[in-house]
């Protein structure tokens, strides 16, 4: 059975997003009208758990990937934020389609294990998240 997004967005606040900011992230994305202040924080606020994070350098669609699987990823990634905001997508697919949002974008492979924060281009930083 495929992991739902609730489960993902649960599951990577209380994974990666630091204590003080849990409740305001959970309320915030659960809200049609208020989710849109959480994911423009992806843009350029960094409120991840540092100590989970990982710089990685902004490549193709596929070399993300290929580190993601090295991780544990599978074939699929569920995006919070970005153009495909809320959708399950093939992992390369998820992937280049946030390459190419101008909007921040995580895509969350598995659920409070491991995800990539790609943030808004330029500057475009790409973050391997893992817990």
């Not at 204590?19 to 409120?47: A, Q, S, T, V």
């Not at 699929?76 to 970005?82: E, H, S």
């Not at 895509?107 to 409070?112: A, L, R, T």
Request: glycine fraction near 10%; proline fraction near 8%.
């Amino acid at each position: 059975m495929p992991v739902t997004g609730p489960t993902h967005e649960t599951a990577f606040i209380a994974a990666f997003v630091v204590p003080e900011k849990r409740e305001r992230y959970e309320e915030f994305l659960g809200k049609p009208k208020r989710r849109h202040e959480i994911l423009g924080r992806f843009n350029h606020f960094f409120d991840f758990i540092p100590a989970r994070c990982r710089q990685v350098e902004r490549d193709s669609a596929e070399a993300l990937a290929s580190i993601l699987r090295s991780h544990g990823a599978k074939d699929i990634g569920y995006v919070i934020g970005g153009d495909n905001d809320g959708e399950t997508l093939p992992l390369n697919d998820a992937i280049h389609n946030s390459l190419g949002s101008p909007c921040g974008a995580v895509v969350s492979c598995v659920p409070g294990k491991l995800a990539l924060l790609l943030q808004e281009f330029p500057p475009g930083d790409v973050f391997l998240l893992e817990a």
